[in-house]
């Protein structure tokens, strides 16, 4: 094995993998298990339907992933039949290959050969009462269902209308990026909906830290990441990919590799950028020459300055010094790069702390092939 990653750590940045704790989104967690709490007493005052709604990369499928792993524990111990399953409904076509998942995920070796979508379902709550279980399902990328199905969801309907006849055995977590319940053609639905209180938002910079830096350790062997790459990396993933945890693991996973290929023990804040230019493309690289000649001028110098410092962040006392610069026009042009996404400017503890984002490398290149074109 090499210097950067522990045995099966890369495979720990997969989303597959679900960590024991969820930085930041405890309480979520919790709001489910109370929802459901009920179904542990026994009793039966428990919402239909719940609805997960937030971007991209904030947690959603994961929190419900905990919630099932704690439901499902409370509920072995107790000697209560709850049934978790999670569905992916990106790929599901029609009514009918949705039925079919849900019905196979709660009997799993039953035949379901001429039966219609909402026979298969009727056959799944009846299976549910002849054997006193409980059935929790999550239908995930709800809204991409929706979308394709252009609000004509008939089966979904049919679930929640059965509720209100005989007794509830299925529950449904609808989860998704937009909110999709405003598609629910019919009003009623959307009032049995019920929305959680705690909020998927993107995650700041630094609940990233947290959240990455818990993985980190899972991950890579020790020191392999220090607390300035870590708040680089958050920094990243909060200003590129819009606070989503998701975007932020896939960065540390190309920075290990980009490490482990450069033969090296430590992941530095070169390896960091060089994953960035990947993830995002190098098209900042054509803007970089539409730079007024003083403003190019400065940002090689700055490169320079990370190329040997081989740091991720500099206080900006430390880069006047470097620069030989006059205060006022470097904040000018900072704040110029800042807009441009290239540098980082970070206000922390009374400082001002600078981070490049794109590669050195990169930019010595640019360079050279501007030098050539002159
Ligand atoms: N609070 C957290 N703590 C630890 N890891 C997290 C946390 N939130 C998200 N992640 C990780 O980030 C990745 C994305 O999370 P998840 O898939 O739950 O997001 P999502 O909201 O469902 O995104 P999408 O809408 O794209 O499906 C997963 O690998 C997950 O492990
Ligand atoms: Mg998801």
Not at 54 to 75: E, L, M, Q
Not at 139 to 153: C, Q, V
Not at 231 to 250: M, N, T
Request: glycine share 6%.
């Amino acid at each position: 094995m090499g210097r950067i990653f522990k045995v099966d750590g890369a495979s720990k940045l997969s989303p597959s993998y679900l960590p024991l704790e969820l930085p930041h989104r405890e309480q979520h967690i919790q709001e489910l298990l109370k929802i459901f709490s009920p179904l542990l007493e026994r009793e039966k005052q428990i919402p239909w339907a719940i609805m997960i709604q937030g971007p991209s990369g904030t947690g959603k499928t994961s929190v419900v992933r905990a919630f099932f792993r704690a439901i499902s524990n409370i509920a072995s111990e107790r000697g209560i039949k709850i049934i978790t399953n999670i569905i992916n409904c990106r790929f599901m076509k029609s009514d009918f290959s949705l039925a079919q998942a849900i019905a196979l995920s709660v009997m799993p070796s039953v035949s379901l050969r001429g039966f219609s979508a909402t026979e298969m379902i009727q056959n799944v709550m009846e299976y549910l009462r002849n054997n006193e279980s409980y059935l929790i399902l999550a239908l995930d990328d709800f809204d991409s269902y929706t979308i394709r199905k252009k609000s004509k969801l008939k089966l979904v309907y049919d679930i929640l209308k059965q509720q209100e006849i005989i007794d509830s055995r299925l529950f449904i977590i609808f989860i998704g990026v937009s909110d999709y319940t405003l598609m629910f053609e019919e009003s009623w639905i959307r009032n049995y909906v019920w929305r959680t209180k705690s909020k998927f938002e993107p995650y700041s910079w630094s609940e990233l830290k947290d959240i990455l830096g818990k993985r980190a350790k899972e991950v890579f062997k020790d020191g392999v990441v220090d607390e300035s790459e870590l708040i680089f990396v958050s920094r990243i993933s909060s200003k590129f990919g819009y606070g989503s945890a998701r975007y932020g693991l896939e960065l540390l996973l190309i920075s290990g590799m980009e490490a482990e290929w450069e033969g090296n023990n430590k992941i530095n804040s070169e390896h960091i950028r060089l994953s960035l230019a990947k993830l995002e493309g190098e098209q900042e690289a054509a803007e970089f020459s539409n730079f007024s000649e003083d403003l190019r001028e400065f940002a090689l110098a700055l490169a320079e300055v990370f190329e040997e410092e081989d740091i991720s962040y500099l206080t900006l006392s430390s880069l006047l010094s470097r620069l030989k610069k006059e205060k006022q026009k470097t904040m000018e042009y900072l704040n110029r790069l800042n807009l441009e996404g290239i540098v980082d400017l970070l206000e922390f503890g009374g400082d001002v702390y600078i981070g490049l984002f794109l590669p050195s490398k990169l930019i010595s290149l640019m360079k050279q092939r501007d030098d050539t074109l002159t």
